[in-house]
């Protein structure tokens, strides 16, 4: 299934050489901000890069991260995780780059690379994303990519009240 590459930007599994650079934007609070995880150390960036590597990919229930890297280097720009619903029917995605790769086309790129791995498992699945909604590149990223806005909700997401957008992609 991997690696898929679109462009400039390929999407494969991550692998512990990727250490430094996912350290380093996964250590990043701005980042960090939007996002489902908190900033980690080292110890904690190897252990992720170590079960992601040999993670099994798309099992019911459980989130795997892919790599989101340079097509002409193999450079790690970010990460996009995939989370497969219990009933196999939905899958969930969210999508981390380094703040030097952000504006330059890469996570259009990969997500539109990871809609059509998706299609080709499964043409019936739904694809969901959730965003801020003061994630404005976020919500211009799904709008660009043929997301559609599904419904909207307000929680305490870390510590602090927001709303939250749900976008929906029918395969």
């Known amino acids: 299934m991997l690696p898929s590459v679109n462009g400039e930007t390929t999407l494969r599994r991550l692998d512990p050489s990727d250490l ?5 934007y996964r250590s990043d609070g701005e980042l960090a901000r939007f996002q489902g995880w908190a900033p980690m150390d080292e110890d904690q960036a190897r252990r992720f890069l170590s079960d992601m590597s040999a993670a099994s990919c798309l099992m019911p229930g459980q989130w795997t991260q892919l790599a989101v890297a340079q097509s002409s280097t193999d450079v790690l720009l970010g990460d996009l995780g995939l989370h497969l619903s219990d009933d196999a029917r939905t899958v969930e995605f969210g999508i ?5 790769a952000q504006g330059r086309g890469h996570a259009l790129r990969a997500l539109q690379s990871c809609t059509t791995l998706l ?3 499964d043409h019936r699945l739904t694809v969901r994303a959730g965003t801020d909604t003061r994630n404005q590149p ?12 599904a ?3 307000f929680e305490q997401y870390k510590g602090e009240w927001c709303e939250e957008l749900t976008y ?4």
């Open 20 to 24: 430094r650079a996912f350290h380093a």
């Open 96 to 100: 981390t780059l380094s703040q030097a």
């Open 119 to 121: 299609r080709s498992l």
């Open 138 to 149: 976020c919500r211009r990223l799904l709008l660009s990519a043929g997301f559609s806005l």
């Open 151 to 153: 419904g909207t909700r």
């Open 168 to 171: 929906v992609f029918h395969l």
